[in-house]
Nanobody, 128 residues
Framework: QLQLVESGGDLVQPGGSLRLSCAAS????????IGWFRQAPGKEREGVSC????????NSADSVKGRFDISRDKAKNTVYLQMNSLKPEDTAVYYC?????????????????????WGQGTQVTVSS
């Protein structure tokens, strides 16, 4: 059974850092691009970052470029989102999702509708 489990969310002060993890089970990352999304109260879910199934291509939203970094550990079948210089506007529930591709593709899916599987989310709160 394909499953994604996020962890690492917490309450952090502005300017702080967090690392989110997305542990995948039931499938191998070599066939799936992984995206991180977030949803703040009263707002639509938005894309944050994605990493291709090859692991060689990443994309990030303009709002997080230079602050967030997506990476993966293929041996652990886990994708990470390192978040630095956090701002109150980063407060949201963060979700990871998987998009099926050909093996080791460089394609990084940008649209929510392209993703087939979703985790349950982890809360990130940035507040003093």
């Amino acid at each position: 059974q394909l499953q994604l489990v996020e962890s690492g969310g917490d309450l952090v002060q502005p300017g702080g850092s967090l690392r989110l993890s997305c542990a995948a089970s039931g499938f191998t990352l070599g066939y799936y691009a992984i995206g991180w999304f977030r949803q703040a109260p009263g707002k639509e879910r938005e894309g944050v970052s994605c990493i291709s199934s090859s692991g060689t291509n990443t994309n990030s939203a303009d709002s997080v470029k230079g602050r967030f970094d997506i990476s993966r550990d293929k041996a652990k079948n886990t994708v990470y989102l390192q978040m630095n210089s956090l701002k109150p506007e980063d407060t949201a529930v963060y979700y990871c999702a998987a998009h099926r591709t050909s093996y080791s593709s460089s394609y990084c899916a940008g649209k929510l509708s392209e993703y087939d599987y979703w985790g349950q989310g982890t809360q990130v709160t940035v507040s003093s």
